[in-house]
């Protein structure tokens, strides 16, 4: 079963779609955990902070 080079191309642009797309989720997904783990950081400090007085 032989597939011609159209048929090929197309489906490799598809493939760099859907690839593209989920490099973007994963650029927001990223974002999010770094800002979930500073406020945990932030709360860690605040919370050793309080306890010290």
Do not use: H, P
Not at 13 to 36: C, G, H, P, S
Request: hydrophobic content about 45%; aromatic content about 12%.
């Amino acid at each position: 079963m032989k597939i011609d080079n159209g048929k090929q191309r197309k489906i490799q642009a598809k493939y760099r779609e859907l690839q593209n797309e989920d490099n973007k989720k994963d650029n927001i997904t990223e974002k999010i955990a770094i800002v979930f783990s500073l406020l945990f950081l932030l709360i860690m400090f605040l919370n050793v902070f309080i306890k010290s007085f």
